[in-house]
């Protein structure tokens, strides 16, 4: 606990937050002002602490909202960085490029680490952490980076930025091969996710504590954050039994993780708040599309009912 007060991090509820609707999507339209505006009025009396995956439109709205309405959130902020090398071992339509595209890829990534550090320099007071991509290395990604990479970005932002520096990831390359990697951030963030692994609710919070253990025995002198654990609601199949998934199951691997952190002062970031449609396959029932704690249509999903209600 003493290596996060020294970081200037104090563990409290934590939520993974991205605001695309129906018809919204990176890249396309983005949430505007006032639908931010609702969706952090919502959010604001049952999380402190947000984190965003992207130095983009949405980012910047959601920076603005918070300082124009003066809202309590401290953020933390991510660049989302793409391939620089072939990636083989991607089980879906992805991670193999042209020479010129990975090219071009490492000057937008060069563009928006700088972008991380000019946000996190602009807003010091909301801003707590600067993370410098997002499964990048994990070894089915579709953007892979090498390590080698990472570290370079781990060393520009903290050249340049003053918050801690971090890189997201899950927690299997924190365990095999990402050694300098964890050298070189100020603190680890992991990602646990049992249903993706073919866990059923009762084995749940057992694998993801095991994550969590497996990567904070290996580095004893790292503090560890979760920056995602989720339960889906919907499956078609891909990748996660339809069975495994639905709102009773969200609800009880929620309240379970949540006891737990709390317990043991982690900081852990639940994966996410909405559903986000523009995610994954044409499928409705794609599990890319179902992972919040709120429907799209911003009503809550059991897990969050009775907190909403009581307001």
Known sequence: MDTFHKLGIIPGKALCYS???????????????????????????????????????????????????????RIM???????????????????????????ENR?????????????????????????????????????YVPESSVLEYVSRVKAKAKQPVTFCENYAPWILKLEKLAAGVDFISIHTYPVWEYKHINESLDYSKQNYYSVAGKY?????????????????????????????????????????VEKENILAFFFEAFDESWKGSS?????????????????????VRKLIQQE
């Not at 991607?90 to 990975?102: A, I, K, T």
Request: aromatic share 12%.
């Open 77 to 103: 902020l991510g660049a989302y960085i793409v391939a620089e090398m072939n990636n083989f071992n991607c089980p879906w339509n992805g991670g193999v490029y042209s020479e010129e595209q990975l090219t």
């Open 19 to 73: 605001g695309f609707r129906e018809g919204q999507k990176p890249g396309g339209v983005y949430p505007g002002y006032e639908e931010v505006k609702e969706d952090l009025l919502l959010l604001k009396d049952h999380w402190k602490y947000l984190r965003l995956f992207d130095c983009d439109e949405h980012t910047r709205t959601v920076l603005d909202v918070i300082t124009r309405e003066k809202l309590d959130f």
């Open 220 to 260: 004893p002198d790292k503090p560890v954050v979760i920056t995602e654990a989720g339960w889906a609601t919907n499956s078609n199949g891909r990748g996660i039994n339809p069975w495994h998934v639905n709102e009773e199951f969200q609800m009880i691997y929620f309240e379970k993780l949540m006891e737990w």
């Open 283 to 303: 499928e409705p029932l794609e599990p890319e599309k179902h992972w919040g704690l709120f429907r799209s249509d911003r009503t809550p999903k059991m897990a």
């Open 107 to 143: 000057k937008s990534n060069i563009d928006k680490i700088d972008k991380l550090i000019e946000l996190g320099n602009q807003y010091p007071g909301i801003i707590f952490s600067l993370s410098v991509g997002n499964e990048a290395c994990v070894e089915w990604t579709d953007h």
